[in-house]
T-cell receptor, first 110, second 114 residues
Framework: DAKTTQPNSMESNEEEPVHLPCNHS???????IHWYRQLPSQGPEYVIH???SNVNNRMASLAIAEDRKSSTLILHRATLRDAAVYYC???????????FGQGTELSVKP | GAVVSQHPSWVICKSGTSVKIECRSL??????MFWYRQFPKQSLMLMAT?????????EQGVEKDKFLINHASLTLSTLTVTSAHPEDSSFYIC??????????FGAGTRLSVL
């Protein structure tokens, strides 16, 4: 499985945008970029995913570099409830497995 | 969004006993479900993939005779930890694959083996 690299931790202020980076230089053409987040003592929650084009949904935006070797998850206005570990995962097609890395622990200050 | 229910949320058992954890997709059918475990301050580790009506596929290093997985219907998968020991204490999380390849996760089961 192709590997992703994320910062161990990031801090944000409440109501400000947050940009969470992810490097995936060995991504293959069939790999989808998935983002999940995990709040303390809970199961992960789907955030967003994409293949080549930028994606938006009610939770976040996903910006994918033109060469697909990196991506950025954008939370437009962070709230205290967004404090979680965010995982960037490459999945080989819709039938591939989700293999979790270490993720980025996001803390949000009031 | 799709809901995955996991039961129980917390279980304490004596060493040597077996524990069964249920995972249900409540509002969609899931031909494929996954089981993960997570130790404190660590990431999730995939244990096995279960497909409805067939044998589960275990990841390398996971004992299939210790972690029995059954996926008898399109909405239910179970994980049985047999002859549990203290080192099996962990947070077990199931997920079900929905449309477009998105995985929906249960809330997890915290297992404590005394």
């Amino acid at each position: 499985d192709a590997k992703t690299t994320q910062p161990n931790s990031m801090e944000s202020n409440e109501e400000e945008p947050v940009h969470l980076p992810c490097n995936h230089s060995t991504i293959s053409g069939t790999d989808y970029i998935h983002w999940y987040r995990q709040l303390p003592s809970q199961g992960p929650e789907y955030v967003i995913h994409g293949l080549t084009s930028n994606v938006n949904n009610r939770m976040a935006s996903l910006a994918i570099a033109e060469d697909r070797k990196s991506s950025t998850l954008i939370l437009h206005r962070a709230t205290l409830r967004d404090a979680a570990v965010y995982y960037c995962i490459l999945r080989d097609g819709p039938g591939g497995k989700l293999i979790f890395g270490q993720g980025t622990e996001l803390s949000v200050k009031p | 969004g799709a809901v995955v229910s996991q039961h129980p949320s917390w279980v304490i058992c004596k060493s040597g006993t077996s524990v069964k954890i249920e995972c249900r997709s409540l509002d969609f059918q899931a031909t494929t479900m996954f089981w993960y475990r997570q130790f404190p301050k660590q990431s999730l580790m995939l244990m096995a993939t279960s497909n409805e009506g067939s044998k589960a596929t275990y990841e390398q290093g996971v004992e299939k005779d210790k972690f029995l997985i059954n996926h008898a219907s399109l909405t239910l998968s179970t994980l049985t930890v047999t002859s549990a020991h203290p080192e099996d204490s962990s947070f077990y999380i199931c997920s079900a694959r929905g449309g477009v390849g998105i995985q929906y996760f249960g809330a997890g089961t915290r297992l404590s083996v005394l």
